[in-house]
Nanobody, 115 residues
C-alpha cells in the first residue's frame, strides 16, 4: 500500500515558477514509477512527467524544457518544478505511483495560473 499526499498548489503568477511536492508513505520497497498528472476543466487527466525506479524520465511535450521532476529516495518525496507557467497549465495536479502493478493516486492539488 502506498499513500500519496501532494502539496504546493495554489495561485501562481504567469511566467513565475511552480513547485509541487508529493510525500509517499506506507509499506513499500521499490516503487516502479512515480509521476505527475494533471486535469484541467473539461479535459481528461494527462501525464505531465514520470520518473522510473532506475532514473529514466519522461516529460510531456507541453512542459518539456521548462519542467523538472525529481525523486528523493531518502525522503520518499517526489517534486515537480515548472518554470514560466501559463494559464493553460492551470489544472488539478495529481501524484501517481505504480507499485507491483497497482496505481496509487494522491487527492490532487489545484494550481491556478493567473495574474
Amino acid at each position: 500500500q502506498v499513500q500519496l499526499a501532494e502539496s504546493g498548489g495554489g495561485l501562481v503568477q504567469p511566467g513565475g515558477s511552480l513547485r509541487l511536492s508529493c510525500a509517499a508513505s506506507g509499506r513499500f520497497d521499490s516503487i516502479n514509477t512515480m509521476g505527475w498528472y494533471r486535469q484541467g476543466p473539461g479535459t481528461q487527466r494527462e501525464l505531465v512527467a514520470v520518473i522510473g525506479e532506475h532514473g529514466s524520465i519522461y516529460y510531456a511535450d507541453s512542459v518539456k524544457g521548462r519542467c523538472t521532476i525529481s525523486w528523493d529516495n531518502a525522503k520518499n518525496t517526489l517534486d515537480l518544478r515548472l518554470n514560466s507557467p501559463q494559464r493553460e497549465d492551470s489544472a488539478v495536479y495529481y501524484c501517481n505511483a505504480v507499485y507491483r502493478g497497482d496505481n496509487y493516486w494522491g487527492q490532487g492539488t489545484q494550481v491556478t495560473v493567473s495574474s
